[in-house]
Structure formats: structure tokens, C-alpha cells
């Protein structure tokens, strides 16, 4: 089945620093634009971060969003056919649902979501 | 950067129309597409509406969107209210490469 698989996610302390993976199941992860898209309990979606394809002019290319740049980084690995977040110096704002969300190649909607992986930050 | 501001609720009875909105600050409305998603309760999005007015595989014609340059706005109607439709609603939009979500819509269908 095509599908997208998050892990990473638990109980996190203030300061501490978390990694999420997310493995495509089925489908190769290498021609498209990945996305990490998060949610807080009953709150809005926030688009996190992107990494690009490995291939094409928009190769590798990558984006943050406001409220992790400079403390995150992505990064995709073709092998293991999976692509990593990892976010520091986190905060109570950092809790929520993760979700690994694969972008189209040419209308550039979001057309497949895992379902998610859950984040809690807490001393 | 780009600020979607949607209403926080809206509510009307099965059977009839309902237009939720998307207001663009920084930025107009036409400088990228609008794309609309659907959250069912304890459910991933799912895409509605992509490249301003375009319906996704398999979403029924009750769903429409469209953009307003007047307003700096985008629309989601929905025509026929089903029960079903209960949910939130979230436009979504590019600049710069990065994504903005709008804060989402809670719909009651009551």
C-alpha cells in the first residue's frame, strides 16, 4: 500500500532535541518535494519545512518555516527511501502531530499524508 | 511572509450553501494558487480544491473555490450541505517557496 510512515515522535524535555523520520512504503520518495506539516492539539496546520527532489532544477532545495528556521534541519535519504527532521532547542510550541506529506510534481497540492507522529513537549 | 486569515467558525443547516473565506495580507491573492483542504474529526487533510478552483480526484461538484482580486480573497462554497461535511477547513497558499496555511474553519452542519 502507498503510504507514508512517521516515527520519532514522544515525550521531549524544553532544550531537548527530537528527530522524526518518515519512510515512504511502496512508492519512491526521490521525485518528490517532501513536506513536514504539524499540529497542535485542536489547533491549525503549520507547514514546518520541504526538501526537494533528488533530481530536477529544484533539486535538494529546501524551505523552514518562521518558527523553526535556524533550529531544524531536513534532510532526505534515497536509500532507506525516507526523509528526516530534526528540531532543536524545543519549546512547549513545538508540541503537536507531525505529519510527512508528499507535495505533486506539477500542481504542487498536497496529495498523500502519513498519519502522523505525536510530539510532547513537557519538563 | 503571507498571513491567511480564515473565520474561526461558521455554521448553516443541511441542505444549504455555505462560503467560507481566505483573506491574503502580504501579498495578492493572485501571486500564487490557492489550494483548500478538509479535516474530518481524528482524520489526516484531505485536498479539496487546488490551483485556485480546480475540484481534487474525486470530490464531489458540491465543493468549489474561487479567488476575489477585489478582496485579496479566496472562496470555498459548498453547495448541499451533508452532515458529512462537518469539519475544518484550511486554504493553503506559496510565496517564496515556503507554504501558508490559514488558520481554518470550523464547520457545523446542524
Known amino acids: 500500500e502507498v503510504q507514508l510512515v512517521e516515527s520519532g515522535g514522544g515525550l521531549v524535555k524544553p532544550g531537548g532535541s527530537l528527530r522524526l523520520s518518515c519512510r515512504g512504503t511502496?512508492?519512491?520518495?526521490?521525485?518528490?518535494?517532501m513536506n513536514w506539516v504539524r499540529q497542535p492539539p485542536g489547533k491549525a496546520l503549520e507547514w514546518i519545512s520541504s526538501?526537494?527532489?533528488?533530481?530536477?532544477?529544484?533539486?535538494?532545495?529546501?524551505f523552514y518555516g518562521d518558527s523553526v528556521r535556524g533550529r531544524s534541519s531536513i534532510s532526505r535519504d534515497d536509500g532507506d527511501n525516507s526523509v528526516h527532521l530534526v528540531l532543536n532547542n524545543v519549546t512547549a510550541e513545538d508540541t503537536g502531530l507531525y505529519f510527512c506529506?508528499?507535495?505533486?510534481?506539477?500542481?504542487?497540492?498536497?496529495?498523500?499524508w502519513g498519519r502522523g507522529t505525536l510530539v510532547t513537549v513537557s519538563s | 511572509n503571507v498571513l491567511l486569515t480564515q473565520p474561526h467558525s461558521v455554521s448553516e443547516s443541511p441542505g444549504k450553501t455555505v462560503i467560507i473565506t481566505c483573506t491574503r495580507s502580504?501579498?495578492?491573492?493572485?501571486?500564487?494558487?490557492v489550494q483548500w483542504y478538509q479535516q474530518r474529526p481524528g482524520s489526516v487533510p484531505t485536498c479539496l480544491i487546488y490551483?485556485?478552483?480546480?475540484?481534487f480526484y474525486g470530490v464531489p461538484d458540491r465543493f468549489s473555490g474561487s479567488i476575489d482580486k477585489s478582496s485579496n480573497s479566496a472562496s470555498l462554497t459548498i453547495s448541499g450541505l451533508k452532515t458529512e461535511d462537518e469539519a475544518a477547513y484550511f486554504c493553503?497558499?506559496?510565496?517564496?517557496?515556503?507554504?501558508?496555511f490559514g488558520g481554518g474553519t470550523h464547520l457545523t452542519v446542524l
Open positions: 506529506v508528499r507535495r505533486g510534481r506539477v500542481t504542487y497540492y498536497f496529495n498523500l
Open positions: 526538501v526537494g527532489p533528488s533530481v530536477g532544477s529544484d533539486s535538494g532545495e529546501i
Open positions: 511502496d512508492f519512491s520518495l526521490s521525485p518528490f518535494t
Open positions: 490551483e485556485n478552483d480546480e475540484r
Open positions: 502580504g501579498g495578492s491573492i493572485g501571486d500564487s494558487y
Open positions: 493553503l497558499a506559496y510565496f517564496k517557496g515556503r507554504v501558508f
